[in-house]
């Protein structure tokens, strides 16, 4: 059972959690951004910030946000008042403990840009950044932990990976009188013992995460289209990538699929965070 502090008492490099909540959730099918879709009663970024916060490493979260988007902001401070709630309430029983600070900035078009818009308001002092996805509200507390364990050991780049259970082939567009029979033609069988599926947080060294960034920056719409993540950048540059465990409960909310497991994870018997696997 994961026993994180709800308070920031770091040991390691000062540390900011960055939350990316500026998709549209187009294939959620509520006609929202996907932060605001609820689940369980709150809204998942309310999940993804109460996650991230309750891990205790971060001395800031940075939540980047749709353009304009006030509800979502509204969200956000409501998420501050709450941790500005709770470090009363320790205070009162003498464990005054800080929680961390909450940024808001407006996100880009990209997934990139939001980082970007994200990192140019870290608090000074910074060193280390986790980047994590609003969409992966249940992730638990022990991967944080892993993540940031990683980074304070050294690691300049270190993401969240699980085994891939399921064979993997290669496929082409099927050409020719092939075409009628199928639309592609498998190519080959990638060896599963080597895959790994990559989930978030994915924590970096800030300097190392600039870095990797202000290169992308040039980069033209193909090259851009290519770059699924942000340890896809700091590969680009030779940077080492390390990998630590991940957890099953780190699902990705995307599909009206994925919001029923979630709400099935919240509704189980043992609560989504305190279950590893």
């Known amino acids: 059972m994961d026993t994180a502090p709800t308070n920031t008492s770091p040991a390691g490099p000062v540390t900011a959690v960055i939350v990316v909540a500026a998709g549209s ?6 006609g929202m951004p996907k932060a605001k879709v609820p689940l369980g009663g709150d809204s998942i970024l309310t999940h993804a910030l109460r996650g991230v916060a309750a891990a205790g490493i971060a001395q800031q979260i940075c939540v980047a ?13 409501a998420f501050a008042q709450e941790l500005a709630a709770a470090h009363r309430r320790n205070a009162a ?26 990192m140019a308001a870290l608090l000074p002092g910074v060193e280390s950044v986790l980047v994590h996805d609003a969409a992966r509200a249940l992730t638990p507390e022990s ?6 364990a990683a980074l304070g050991a050294g690691a300049a780049a270190v993401i969240p990976v699980m085994p891939v259970v399921d064979t993997v082939k290669t496929v082409e567009p099927t050409t020719g009188a092939g075409a009628a029979v199928a ?7 990638a060896p599963r013992e080597s895959l790994r599926a990559v989930q978030t947080p994915q924590g970096f060294a800030l300097d190392t995460l600039k870095r990797a960034h202000e290169a992308a920056a040039g980069f033209d ?3 851009a289209a290519l770059v699924t993540d942000d340890a896809m950048l ?17 699902l990705k909310i995307t ?3 994925d919001l029923v497991l979630a709400e099935g994870l919240l509704e189980g018997p043992l609560g989504a965070r305190w279950v590893e696997g």
């Open 25 to 30: 959730g187009q294939r959620l099918g509520y």
């Open 65 to 77: 946000i749709p353009p304009g988007d006030a509800e979502l902001r509204a969200l956000c401070e």
């Open 93 to 118: 029983t003498g464990h005054a403990l800080q929680g961390p600070v909450v940024t808001v900035v407006e996100g880009g078009a990209s997934r990139a840009e939001s980082v970007r818009a994200a």
């Open 143 to 148: 991967v944080f932990h892993r993540v940031a």
């Open 183 to 189: 639309p592609e033609l498998v190519t080959g069988t």
């Open 221 to 223: 719409a193909g090259q």
């Open 234 to 250: 700091v590969e680009l540059l030779g940077v080492p990538v390390h990998a630590v465990r991940g957890a099953s409960q780190s």
């Open 255 to 257: 599909t009206p699929l």
